[in-house]
Protein backbone atom coordinates (compact mmCIF):
# COMPACT_ATOMS: atom_id res chain seq x y z
CA UNK A 1 0.00 0.00 0.00
CA UNK A 2 2.56 2.34 0.97
CA UNK A 3 4.60 1.86 -2.35
CA UNK A 4 1.29 2.38 -4.14
CA UNK A 5 1.06 5.62 -2.27
CA UNK A 6 4.21 6.64 -3.08
CA UNK A 7 3.81 5.96 -6.56
CA UNK A 8 0.87 8.02 -6.98
CA UNK A 9 2.51 10.44 -5.10
CA UNK A 10 5.64 10.74 -7.88
CA UNK A 11 2.83 10.40 -10.65
CA UNK A 12 0.99 13.52 -9.33
CA UNK A 13 4.61 15.46 -8.85
CA UNK A 14 5.57 14.53 -12.32
CA UNK A 15 2.24 15.89 -13.63
CA UNK A 16 2.55 19.20 -12.14
CA UNK A 17 5.92 19.61 -13.44
CA UNK A 18 4.77 18.92 -16.49
CA UNK A 19 2.41 21.10 -16.42
CA UNK A 20 4.20 23.93 -14.99
CA UNK A 21 6.72 23.77 -18.18
CA UNK A 22 4.34 23.68 -20.31
CA UNK A 23 2.95 27.13 -18.89
CA UNK A 24 5.98 28.57 -18.36
CA UNK A 25 7.02 27.46 -22.55
CA UNK A 26 3.58 29.61 -23.34
CA UNK A 27 3.42 32.66 -20.94
CA UNK A 28 5.96 32.35 -18.06
CA UNK A 29 4.95 30.93 -14.38
CA UNK A 30 1.59 30.85 -13.16
CA UNK A 31 2.15 34.42 -11.01
CA UNK A 32 0.20 37.59 -12.63
CA UNK A 33 3.30 39.64 -14.42
CA UNK A 34 3.12 42.78 -16.29
CA UNK A 35 4.59 45.45 -18.45
CA UNK A 36 3.57 49.16 -18.93
CA UNK A 37 4.05 49.89 -22.51
CA UNK A 38 4.49 53.92 -22.53
CA UNK A 39 5.13 54.28 -26.66
CA UNK A 40 2.99 53.97 -29.82
CA UNK A 41 5.66 51.31 -31.28
CA UNK A 42 6.36 49.57 -28.16
CA UNK A 43 2.21 48.60 -27.96
CA UNK A 44 1.77 47.93 -31.99
CA UNK A 45 5.34 45.67 -31.18
CA UNK A 46 3.43 43.74 -28.24
CA UNK A 47 0.09 42.87 -30.52
CA UNK A 48 1.99 41.85 -33.17
CA UNK A 49 3.80 39.68 -31.09
CA UNK A 50 0.79 38.00 -28.98
CA UNK A 51 -1.41 37.81 -31.49
CA UNK A 52 1.38 35.81 -33.61
CA UNK A 53 1.59 33.75 -30.46
CA UNK A 54 -1.88 32.65 -30.02
CA UNK A 55 -2.69 29.40 -30.62
CA UNK A 56 -6.23 28.28 -29.75
CA UNK A 57 -8.04 31.08 -28.96
CA UNK A 58 -7.61 34.91 -30.04
CA UNK A 59 -10.75 37.56 -28.10
CA UNK A 60 -10.67 41.03 -29.01
CA UNK A 61 -13.32 43.91 -28.19
CA UNK A 62 -13.02 47.36 -29.16
CA UNK A 63 -14.80 50.61 -28.85
CA UNK A 64 -13.32 51.92 -32.19
CA UNK A 65 -11.78 49.40 -35.25
CA UNK A 66 -11.27 51.30 -38.08
CA UNK A 67 -10.05 50.25 -41.59
CA UNK A 68 -6.90 51.88 -42.48
CA UNK A 69 -3.64 51.33 -41.86
CA UNK A 70 -3.45 50.10 -38.09
CA UNK A 71 -6.69 48.46 -38.67
CA UNK A 72 -5.74 45.99 -41.79
CA UNK A 73 -2.51 45.03 -39.99
CA UNK A 74 -4.89 43.84 -37.31
CA UNK A 75 -7.21 41.78 -39.67
CA UNK A 76 -4.38 40.46 -40.72
CA UNK A 77 -2.80 39.03 -37.82
CA UNK A 78 -6.48 38.13 -36.68
CA UNK A 79 -6.59 35.64 -40.05
CA UNK A 80 -3.48 34.51 -39.82
CA UNK A 81 -4.61 32.82 -35.89
CA UNK A 82 -7.36 31.85 -37.79
CA UNK A 83 -5.44 29.79 -40.20
CA UNK A 84 -3.65 28.57 -37.62
CA UNK A 85 -6.18 26.81 -35.88
CA UNK A 86 -7.33 29.34 -33.27
CA UNK A 87 -10.57 30.12 -32.09
CA UNK A 88 -10.51 34.04 -33.24
CA UNK A 89 -13.68 36.50 -31.99
CA UNK A 90 -14.27 40.18 -31.76
CA UNK A 91 -16.31 42.17 -30.41
CA UNK A 92 -17.10 46.14 -31.67
CA UNK A 93 -18.88 48.97 -30.45
CA UNK A 94 -22.51 49.08 -33.36
CA UNK A 95 -22.48 52.99 -33.27
CA UNK A 96 -22.59 54.90 -36.04
CA UNK A 97 -19.13 57.12 -35.51
CA UNK A 98 -17.23 54.08 -34.19
CA UNK A 99 -18.68 51.23 -36.49
CA UNK A 100 -15.65 51.68 -39.03
CA UNK A 101 -15.12 48.48 -40.74
CA UNK A 102 -16.71 48.08 -44.17
CA UNK A 103 -20.04 45.55 -44.02
CA UNK A 104 -18.11 43.24 -46.38
CA UNK A 105 -14.68 43.27 -44.71
CA UNK A 106 -17.14 42.03 -41.57
CA UNK A 107 -18.53 39.39 -44.27
CA UNK A 108 -14.85 38.82 -45.40
CA UNK A 109 -13.01 37.82 -41.88
CA UNK A 110 -16.34 35.87 -40.95
CA UNK A 111 -15.87 33.59 -43.85
CA UNK A 112 -12.42 32.91 -43.03
CA UNK A 113 -12.87 31.95 -39.47
CA UNK A 114 -13.36 35.24 -37.68
CA UNK A 115 -16.61 35.17 -35.31
CA UNK A 116 -17.80 38.70 -34.83
CA UNK A 117 -20.40 40.31 -32.32
CA UNK A 118 -21.77 44.28 -32.48
CA UNK A 119 -22.68 45.66 -29.51
CA UNK A 120 -25.91 47.99 -29.44
CA UNK A 121 -25.82 48.34 -33.38
CA UNK A 122 -27.85 51.60 -34.35
CA UNK A 123 -31.49 50.32 -35.22
CA UNK A 124 -34.62 52.41 -35.94
CA UNK A 125 -36.82 50.69 -33.32
CA UNK A 126 -34.36 50.02 -30.27
CA UNK A 127 -35.09 52.02 -27.37
CA UNK A 128 -32.95 55.70 -26.74
CA UNK A 129 -30.82 54.16 -24.39
CA UNK A 130 -29.73 51.40 -26.50
CA UNK A 131 -28.07 53.96 -28.71
CA UNK A 132 -26.70 55.87 -26.12
CA UNK A 133 -25.29 53.06 -24.41
CA UNK A 134 -21.35 52.54 -25.54
CA UNK A 135 -19.02 49.80 -25.25
CA UNK A 136 -15.91 51.29 -24.42
CA UNK A 137 -13.80 48.47 -23.62
CA UNK A 138 -10.30 48.06 -25.68
CA UNK A 139 -8.66 44.65 -24.91
CA UNK A 140 -6.79 41.59 -26.70
CA UNK A 141 -6.51 38.05 -25.17
CA UNK A 142 -4.75 35.58 -26.11
CA UNK A 143 -5.30 31.61 -24.90
CA UNK A 144 -6.82 32.71 -21.50
CA UNK A 145 -3.47 33.34 -20.22
CA UNK A 146 -1.96 36.75 -21.71
CA UNK A 147 -3.24 39.90 -22.56
CA UNK A 148 -3.12 43.40 -23.25
CA UNK A 149 -4.89 46.32 -22.18
CA UNK A 150 -4.63 48.98 -23.80
CA UNK A 151 -5.92 52.65 -23.64
CA UNK A 152 -6.72 53.45 -27.08
CA UNK A 153 -8.44 51.76 -30.55
CA UNK A 154 -7.54 50.39 -33.14
CA UNK A 155 -7.13 53.21 -35.26
CA UNK A 156 -4.20 55.06 -37.19
CA UNK A 157 -4.82 58.08 -34.82
CA UNK A 158 -3.32 55.75 -31.90
CA UNK A 159 -0.04 54.75 -33.75
CA UNK A 160 1.08 57.09 -36.13
CA UNK A 161 3.59 59.66 -35.48
CA UNK A 162 2.73 61.99 -37.40
CA UNK A 163 -1.09 64.14 -37.10
CA UNK A 164 -3.64 62.84 -39.64
CA UNK A 165 -4.67 66.33 -40.68
CA UNK A 166 -1.76 68.50 -40.86
CA UNK A 167 -1.76 70.97 -38.30
CA UNK A 168 -3.98 69.37 -35.98
CA UNK A 169 -1.48 67.05 -33.57
CA UNK A 170 -4.71 66.64 -30.97
CA UNK A 171 -5.77 64.23 -33.36
CA UNK A 172 -3.13 62.05 -32.93
CA UNK A 173 -3.45 60.19 -29.06
CA UNK A 174 -0.85 59.80 -26.61
CA UNK A 175 -1.78 56.54 -24.71
CA UNK A 176 -0.03 53.26 -22.68
CA UNK A 177 -1.12 49.79 -22.78
CA UNK A 178 -0.19 46.57 -20.09
CA UNK A 179 0.22 43.36 -21.12
CA UNK A 180 -0.23 40.80 -18.23
CA UNK A 181 0.56 37.65 -18.00
CA UNK A 182 -1.28 34.87 -15.52
CA UNK A 183 -4.76 34.12 -13.49
CA UNK A 184 -5.93 37.78 -13.81
CA UNK A 185 -6.37 36.97 -17.40
CA UNK A 186 -9.12 34.40 -16.93
CA UNK A 187 -10.90 36.81 -15.50
CA UNK A 188 -11.33 39.17 -18.18
CA UNK A 189 -12.03 35.82 -20.62
CA UNK A 190 -14.46 35.15 -18.09
CA UNK A 191 -15.94 38.94 -18.81
CA UNK A 192 -15.56 38.20 -22.21
CA UNK A 193 -17.56 35.21 -22.50
CA UNK A 194 -20.26 36.32 -20.47
CA UNK A 195 -20.37 39.60 -23.09
CA UNK A 196 -20.18 37.43 -26.10
CA UNK A 197 -23.28 34.94 -24.95
CA UNK A 198 -25.40 38.27 -23.86
CA UNK A 199 -28.07 40.05 -25.53
CA UNK A 200 -26.27 43.67 -25.58
CA UNK A 201 -24.25 42.00 -28.65
CA UNK A 202 -25.46 40.07 -32.03
CA UNK A 203 -24.23 38.97 -34.87
CA UNK A 204 -23.93 41.17 -38.36
CA UNK A 205 -26.17 40.57 -40.94
CA UNK A 206 -24.31 38.04 -43.12
CA UNK A 207 -24.11 39.89 -46.89
CA UNK A 208 -22.51 38.21 -50.40
CA UNK A 209 -19.34 39.81 -51.53
CA UNK A 210 -18.74 41.44 -54.71
CA UNK A 211 -15.91 40.30 -57.22
CA UNK A 212 -14.46 44.23 -56.99
CA UNK A 213 -14.91 43.96 -53.21
CA UNK A 214 -12.92 40.87 -52.65
CA UNK A 215 -10.14 41.88 -54.72
CA UNK A 216 -10.10 44.97 -52.55
CA UNK A 217 -9.56 43.04 -49.77
CA UNK A 218 -7.25 40.72 -51.18
CA UNK A 219 -4.77 43.78 -52.16
CA UNK A 220 -4.80 45.28 -48.43
CA UNK A 221 -4.30 42.15 -47.00
CA UNK A 222 -1.42 41.30 -49.13
CA UNK A 223 0.36 44.85 -48.63
CA UNK A 224 -0.55 44.38 -44.94
CA UNK A 225 0.89 40.66 -44.46
CA UNK A 226 4.40 42.89 -45.27
CA UNK A 227 3.62 45.69 -42.95
CA UNK A 228 2.94 43.76 -40.04
CA UNK A 229 5.87 41.77 -40.19
CA UNK A 230 7.96 45.52 -40.53
CA UNK A 231 5.42 47.92 -38.69
CA UNK A 232 4.87 51.07 -39.96
CA UNK A 233 7.09 53.28 -37.54
CA UNK A 234 9.94 52.24 -39.88
CA UNK A 235 13.22 49.91 -39.03
CA UNK A 236 11.29 47.37 -36.48
CA UNK A 237 12.23 44.19 -37.16
CA UNK A 238 11.12 40.46 -36.19
CA UNK A 239 12.94 40.56 -33.16
CA UNK A 240 12.11 44.42 -32.20
CA UNK A 241 8.36 43.01 -31.67
CA UNK A 242 9.44 39.72 -30.19
CA UNK A 243 11.29 41.71 -27.23
CA UNK A 244 8.14 43.36 -26.78
CA UNK A 245 6.70 41.01 -24.40
CA UNK A 246 10.35 40.37 -23.02
CA UNK A 247 11.05 42.30 -18.97
CA UNK A 248 8.07 41.39 -17.39
CA UNK A 249 7.12 42.23 -13.42
CA UNK A 250 5.52 40.41 -10.83
CA UNK A 251 2.62 42.36 -9.32
CA UNK A 252 0.38 41.13 -6.74
CA UNK A 253 -3.31 41.55 -6.06
CA UNK A 254 -4.28 41.83 -9.50
CA UNK A 255 -8.13 41.93 -10.53
CA UNK A 256 -9.86 42.63 -13.60
CA UNK A 257 -12.97 44.67 -13.15
CA UNK A 258 -15.58 45.62 -15.11
CA UNK A 259 -19.43 46.91 -15.61
CA UNK A 260 -22.51 44.74 -15.22
CA UNK A 261 -23.45 43.30 -18.41
CA UNK A 262 -27.17 44.72 -19.24
CA UNK A 263 -27.03 46.79 -16.08
CA UNK A 264 -25.15 50.20 -16.28
CA UNK A 265 -26.00 53.03 -15.17
CA UNK A 266 -28.65 50.99 -12.42
CA UNK A 267 -25.71 49.12 -9.88
CA UNK A 268 -22.35 49.92 -9.30
CA UNK A 269 -19.51 48.47 -11.61
CA UNK A 270 -16.13 49.79 -13.27
CA UNK A 271 -16.15 52.88 -10.63
CA UNK A 272 -15.85 51.44 -7.82
CA UNK A 273 -12.47 50.06 -8.37
CA UNK A 274 -11.25 53.42 -8.76
CA UNK A 275 -13.07 55.44 -6.93
CA UNK A 276 -11.76 52.97 -3.97
CA UNK A 277 -7.96 53.93 -4.47
CA UNK A 278 -9.27 57.58 -4.50
CA UNK A 279 -10.78 57.55 -1.03
CA UNK A 280 -8.22 55.35 0.82
CA UNK A 281 -4.99 57.00 -0.76
CA UNK A 282 -2.47 58.26 1.72
CA UNK A 283 0.16 61.00 0.24
CA UNK A 284 -0.26 60.60 -3.04
CA UNK A 285 -2.51 60.47 -6.12
CA UNK A 286 -1.38 60.15 -9.59
CA UNK A 287 -3.83 60.39 -12.61
CA UNK A 288 -3.79 60.64 -16.57
CA UNK A 289 -6.82 60.65 -17.70
CA UNK A 290 -8.18 62.76 -21.45
CA UNK A 291 -11.34 64.08 -20.16
CA UNK A 292 -11.98 65.70 -16.42
CA UNK A 293 -15.33 66.55 -16.02
CA UNK A 294 -16.40 65.19 -12.25
CA UNK A 295 -19.58 63.87 -11.09
CA UNK A 296 -20.45 64.12 -7.75
CA UNK A 297 -18.95 60.94 -6.67
CA UNK A 298 -15.56 61.27 -8.05
CA UNK A 299 -15.89 64.77 -7.20
CA UNK A 300 -16.26 63.53 -3.17
CA UNK A 301 -13.85 61.10 -3.72
CA UNK A 302 -11.08 63.64 -4.49
CA UNK A 303 -12.42 65.73 -1.52
CA UNK A 304 -11.94 63.50 0.59
CA UNK A 305 -7.87 63.14 -0.24
CA UNK A 306 -7.55 66.62 -0.31
CA UNK A 307 -9.21 66.59 3.31
CA UNK A 308 -5.92 64.85 4.36
CA UNK A 309 -3.54 66.57 1.93
CA UNK A 310 -3.01 63.82 -0.48
CA UNK A 311 -0.72 65.69 -2.91
CA UNK A 312 -2.84 64.67 -6.32
CA UNK A 313 -0.84 65.14 -9.45
CA UNK A 314 -3.37 65.00 -12.97
CA UNK A 315 -2.18 64.91 -16.48
CA UNK A 316 -4.86 65.67 -18.68
CA UNK A 317 -5.60 67.91 -22.16
CA UNK A 318 -5.44 71.64 -22.36
CA UNK A 319 -8.83 72.71 -23.03
CA UNK A 320 -7.28 73.65 -26.38
CA UNK A 321 -5.42 70.40 -27.38
CA UNK A 322 -8.95 68.02 -26.84
CA UNK A 323 -10.90 66.80 -29.40
CA UNK A 324 -13.99 66.43 -27.23
CA UNK A 325 -14.82 70.80 -27.24
CA UNK A 326 -18.15 70.56 -25.00
CA UNK A 327 -16.35 68.47 -22.34
CA UNK A 328 -13.24 70.93 -22.51
CA UNK A 329 -15.44 73.82 -22.39
CA UNK A 330 -16.64 72.49 -18.94
CA UNK A 331 -13.64 71.12 -17.98
CA UNK A 332 -12.06 75.08 -18.47
CA UNK A 333 -14.77 76.69 -16.51
CA UNK A 334 -14.61 74.16 -13.47
CA UNK A 335 -11.01 73.27 -13.60
CA UNK A 336 -10.08 75.85 -10.39
CA UNK A 337 -12.81 73.84 -8.41
CA UNK A 338 -10.87 70.66 -8.81
CA UNK A 339 -10.73 69.72 -4.88
CA UNK A 340 -7.10 70.75 -2.89
CA UNK A 341 -6.11 72.91 -6.01
CA UNK A 342 -3.13 75.57 -5.24
CA UNK A 343 -2.86 73.49 -2.14
CA UNK A 344 -1.96 69.71 -2.27
CA UNK A 345 -3.61 69.17 -6.23
CA UNK A 346 -2.01 70.11 -9.27
CA UNK A 347 -3.01 69.99 -12.83
CA UNK A 348 -0.10 69.04 -15.99
CA UNK A 349 -2.04 69.99 -18.91
CA UNK A 350 -0.27 68.89 -22.12
CA UNK A 351 -0.48 71.41 -24.90
CA UNK A 352 -1.98 70.51 -28.40
CA UNK A 353 1.39 70.86 -30.02
CA UNK A 354 2.28 67.52 -28.08
CA UNK A 355 -0.72 65.60 -29.30
CA UNK A 356 -3.16 64.35 -27.40
CA UNK A 357 -3.17 62.85 -23.89
CA UNK A 358 -5.26 59.45 -23.88
CA UNK A 359 -3.92 57.07 -21.32
CA UNK A 360 -6.29 56.59 -18.46
CA UNK A 361 -4.17 55.62 -15.55
CA UNK A 362 -4.33 56.09 -11.73
CA UNK A 363 -1.91 55.39 -8.73
CA UNK A 364 -1.61 55.59 -5.24
CA UNK A 365 0.80 55.65 -2.36
CA UNK A 366 3.68 54.24 -4.57
CA UNK A 367 2.31 50.72 -5.25
CA UNK A 368 -1.49 50.51 -5.99
CA UNK A 369 -2.29 51.02 -9.48
CA UNK A 370 -4.93 50.83 -12.30
CA UNK A 371 -5.27 50.48 -15.88
CA UNK A 372 -8.97 51.58 -17.48
CA UNK A 373 -10.94 52.48 -20.29
CA UNK A 374 -12.49 54.91 -17.61
CA UNK A 375 -12.66 58.99 -18.18
CA UNK A 376 -13.45 60.92 -15.63
CA UNK A 377 -16.61 62.20 -17.26
CA UNK A 378 -20.43 61.94 -16.75
CA UNK A 379 -20.82 59.59 -20.22
CA UNK A 380 -18.06 56.98 -18.86
CA UNK A 381 -19.91 56.60 -15.30
CA UNK A 382 -23.32 56.95 -16.78
CA UNK A 383 -23.23 55.19 -20.05
CA UNK A 384 -20.32 53.79 -21.30
CA UNK A 385 -19.30 49.97 -20.47
CA UNK A 386 -15.77 50.39 -19.04
CA UNK A 387 -12.95 47.71 -17.75
CA UNK A 388 -10.19 47.83 -15.79
CA UNK A 389 -7.60 46.34 -13.94
CA UNK A 390 -5.78 47.00 -10.78
CA UNK A 391 -2.52 45.86 -8.95
CA UNK A 392 0.16 46.58 -6.50
CA UNK A 393 3.60 47.06 -7.99
CA UNK A 394 5.85 49.41 -6.92
CA UNK A 395 8.20 49.63 -9.80
CA UNK A 396 5.73 50.24 -11.68
CA UNK A 397 4.30 53.16 -10.40
CA UNK A 398 7.63 54.48 -10.22
CA UNK A 399 7.56 54.26 -14.14
CA UNK A 400 4.49 55.88 -14.35
CA UNK A 401 6.06 58.64 -11.87
CA UNK A 402 8.91 59.13 -13.99
CA UNK A 403 6.98 59.06 -16.79
CA UNK A 404 4.53 61.82 -15.43
CA UNK A 405 7.43 64.01 -14.78
CA UNK A 406 8.86 63.47 -18.33
CA UNK A 407 6.13 64.71 -19.92
CA UNK A 408 5.72 68.03 -17.20
CA UNK A 409 8.65 69.23 -19.41
CA UNK A 410 6.50 69.87 -22.10
CA UNK A 411 3.55 70.70 -20.56
CA UNK A 412 1.59 73.52 -18.98
CA UNK A 413 1.02 73.33 -14.92
CA UNK A 414 -1.98 74.69 -13.90
CA UNK A 415 -2.03 75.42 -10.04
CA UNK A 416 -5.69 77.13 -9.88
CA UNK A 417 -5.83 80.02 -11.14
CA UNK A 418 -9.54 81.59 -10.61
CA UNK A 419 -11.88 81.16 -13.38
CA UNK A 420 -14.63 83.61 -12.42
CA UNK A 421 -14.23 85.75 -15.27
CA UNK A 422 -14.47 83.20 -17.74
CA UNK A 423 -17.54 81.59 -16.20
CA UNK A 424 -19.41 84.98 -15.88
CA UNK A 425 -18.55 85.48 -19.64
CA UNK A 426 -18.88 82.05 -21.03
CA UNK A 427 -20.32 82.93 -24.75
CA UNK A 428 -22.96 79.79 -24.54
CA UNK A 429 -26.10 80.17 -22.38
CA UNK A 430 -26.13 77.51 -19.54
CA UNK A 431 -29.72 75.72 -20.62
CA UNK A 432 -28.20 75.15 -23.91
CA UNK A 433 -25.10 74.01 -23.03
CA UNK A 434 -26.97 71.15 -20.80
CA UNK A 435 -29.28 70.64 -23.83
CA UNK A 436 -25.78 69.85 -25.81
CA UNK A 437 -24.42 67.58 -23.10
CA UNK A 438 -27.74 66.12 -22.95
CA UNK A 439 -27.88 65.30 -27.19
CA UNK A 440 -24.10 63.95 -26.88
CA UNK A 441 -24.97 61.66 -24.07
CA UNK A 442 -22.22 62.92 -21.40
CA UNK A 443 -24.95 63.60 -18.66
CA UNK A 444 -28.16 62.24 -17.55
CA UNK A 445 -31.26 64.06 -16.87
CA UNK A 446 -30.87 63.73 -13.49
CA UNK A 447 -27.57 65.10 -13.30
CA UNK A 448 -29.02 68.26 -15.25
Given amino acids: MRSLVSSQKRIFIIGIWIASVCGWMNYGWAEDRAKLLETRSDIADAGIALTERSQHSLDMAFFHFAEDRTGWVAIHQMLRAAQRGAKVRLIIDG ?58 NIKDNYYTHKPLIPGMAHHRFNDVALYVEGDVVQEAQSYFEELWKSGEVESPTSRKISVSERQNITKQLELYSRVSRAWIHGGRTARDIQKALDDLIPVEEARFFHDPIGQKGKIAGAEVPILELIRTAKTELLIENPYVVLTPPFEKAFQEAADKKVQTTLMTNSPHGSDQMTTAYRYEAERHKFPGMGESAMIVERNASEGMQHAKVFAKDGEYMIVTSMNLDPRSLNLNNEIGISFRSRQLVTQLRDRIEKLKETSTIYRGENNAKLDAKLSIPRSIQRCSLLLLGAVTRSQL
Fill in 95 to 152: GIRQRELKRSTIAYLQENGVEIRIFHERKLFKPFSWHNQRLHDKMVLSDGRAAIFPTG
